[in-house]
């Protein structure tokens, strides 16, 4: 059993995939999936699925929705079925390695890793790995609750971490100017994030392209004066000084 969570909702045996249509279903499951091997309990499932606006009988509803999410998970002569009933709630009882989240946290620490000592190739094998896991964003198209919306922008915030770590180990390579188009399309995407222009402005800087890479500085600064209110960080600012002063040691 393989349960993905790093795009659309899917759980697959094989190349069977096990069709879970209803929608609440869905949302149960995706908040069982946030915390697995947990109990998450009846009450935070209520408010999972159905907000601040849970039918008078949401106890005996969510008992019908664990009932189809066991008979979808279900395998004739299969393993026991995962979904267990604990006295506050439910669990999901499926080893960590069936999960595709866990398979992307497990790449993106040996990248951690292999970039902090140096070991660049190996690090892009990790983080490409890592990201090709990805199908889109975090449980995408389910209107999640709480528990499964903190997980997805858990993994969203992983994710990028994974891209800006690759990101240094393509610069670290020299291979800056392959990345120059992706870093345009993620500071489009995450206009917020200040390490992403310090990446730009380093490739394009690398690629002798030193008035594109202050364009991106002023863009920043006024991305950020405008939309929250503050000036650039260290780290930024000093990405820019040392473009200014053609000083690549301080990259």
């Known amino acids: 059993m393989r349960y993905e969570v790093l795009g659309t909702l899917r759980v697959l045996d094989g190349d069977r995939e ?10 149960l499951l995706a908040a069982l999936l946030s915390r697995p091997g947990e109990v998450v309990t009846t009450d935070q499932l209520i408010t999972e699925i ?15 929705h664990v009932s189809q999410l066991r008979k979808s998970l279900d395998r004739p002569g299969g393993p026991a079925n995962p979904i267990v009933t604990r006295p506050l709630g439910y669990l999901l009882d499926s080893p960590a390695e069936e999960q595709d989240a866990t398979e992307f946290h497990r790449l993106l620490d040996d990248g951690r890793q292999a970039l902090r000592e140096l ?44 891209t800006e770590l690759l990101m240094e180990a393509y610069c ?13 399309s993620l500071v489009a995407e995450n206009p917020l994030r200040e390490s992403l222009y310090r990446y730009l402005m380093r490739a394009l800087y690398l690629s002798e392209r030193k008035a594109d890479a202050l364009e991106v500085y002023r863009k920043a600064r006024a991305t950020l004066r405008d939309e929250v209110g503050v000036e650039p960080g260290r780290r ?10 053609d000083s690549r040691v301080a990259m």
């Not at 209107?143 to 997805?152: C, F, K, L, Q, S």
């Not at 670290?172 to 345009?184: C, D, F, K, M, W």
Request: hydrophobic fraction near 45%.
């Open 18 to 27: 096990f069709l879970i249509n209803a929608r609440k279903v869905q949302i």
């Open 50 to 64: 159905w907000g601040q606006k849970a039918p008078r009988r949401a106890e005996a509803s969510l008992y019908v």
């Open 119 to 162: 070991r660049l190739q190996e690090a892009v094998i990790s983080c490409e790995a890592a990201l090709a896991l990805w199908r889109g964003p975090a449980l995408d198209e389910l209107p999640v609750g709480p528990i499964a919306g903190a997980y997805a922008s858990s993994l969203t915030e992983s994710r990028l971490e994974c």
């Open 172 to 184: 670290e390579l020299g291979r800056h100017r392959e990345i120059v188009g992706r870093l345009y």
């Open 236 to 245: 930024l600012q000093a990405m820019h000084q040392a473009i200014l002063a």
